[in-house]
Each structure stands twice: as C-alpha cells, then as structure tokens.
C-alpha cells in the first residue's frame, strides 16, 4: 500500500520554501498569461517572461500589492522580504532580491493554502498594470 505524505500547514513552512514554491507558480501563471495575449515564438515568450520574474520587476510588484493584502498575507510577504538567503544573484539588487522573496513567499503560501482565487486576483493587479504600463510606452 501507498503511502501519501501530507505537506505542514503552510503557516509552518519557512519562508524559503514558500518562495520556492511561490517561484514556480508565479512563472507557470506569467507563461500561460504571456500565451494568451500573443502567438510569439517561445523565445520571444522567454524575453517577455523574463521581464516579469527578475527580481527588480517583483520588487515592484511586491509595493503594487502590499496596500491591498490582508494582515495575514502582509505578514507572509514581510517574513519572506526578512528571510536570509544563503545566496543572491549576481544582477540583482539585494533590497530588490529581499522583497521578490517575499513577493514569491506569498504565491506560494496562497497557493498551498489552496488559496487559487486569490492568486488569480492577486496576478490580476499585475497583469493590470503590465498592460497599463505598455499602454503608456506606446502613447509615449
């Protein structure tokens, strides 16, 4: 017999993991979003993707977001931008590389929370303002 075993309470997770899980789910959500919009070549898709997951890019994600989160959520997010990594990339800022932390830390709480609605409404904001700041870029 098969035995299944059950993930903690995504309360009991540390940080890093949630924003390992939150890393994944984040991208999986910015291609399937990048997809629908275009018919691209998958390298132009990588290029788009890119802009959207480099740390700088979450770290304005994580000011768009935090006013509308709840106590809880703010928490996570505040938790994940304190968690001390073993590493950081070479191109990225370390404020920037701290909150993107805690940006991914919040996705992946939401989403082993079970919590899909919210992170659609969550990428909704984003998408809002991607399209709001390609809008600008083309008037200008």
């Known amino acids: 017999m098969e035995t299944r075993r059950v993930m903690r309470d ?8 949630l924003a390992y899980m939150g890393d994944a789910v984040f991208e999986t959500h910015i291609r399937r979003w990048l997809m629908e919009q275009s018919l691209q070549p998958v390298g132009a898709l990588h290029k788009a993707a890119i802009t959207f997951v480099k740390a700088s890019a979450q770290a304005t994600f994580y000011h768009l977001i ?3 989160l709840t106590e809880q959520e703010a928490a ?3 938790r994940g931008r304190n968690a001390k990594s073993a590493m950081v990339p070479r191109k990225a ?3 920037d590389y701290r909150k993107a932390t805690g940006f991914e830390a919040l996705i992946g ?3 082993l929370n079970g919590e899909e ?3 659609e409404e969550v990428m909704g ?3 809002k303002a991607a ?3 390609s809008e600008e870029e083309t008037r200008s």
């Open 66 to 68: 935090e006013p509308q």
């Open 125 to 127: 904001w984003i998408f």
């Open 131 to 133: 399209q709001t700041g």
């Open 10 to 17: 995504p309360r009991e997770e540390s940080a890093l993991r």
């Open 117 to 119: 609605e919210r992170i």
């Open 109 to 111: 709480f939401l989403y």
């Open 76 to 78: 996570v997010m505040r």
């Open 93 to 95: 800022d370390i404020n």
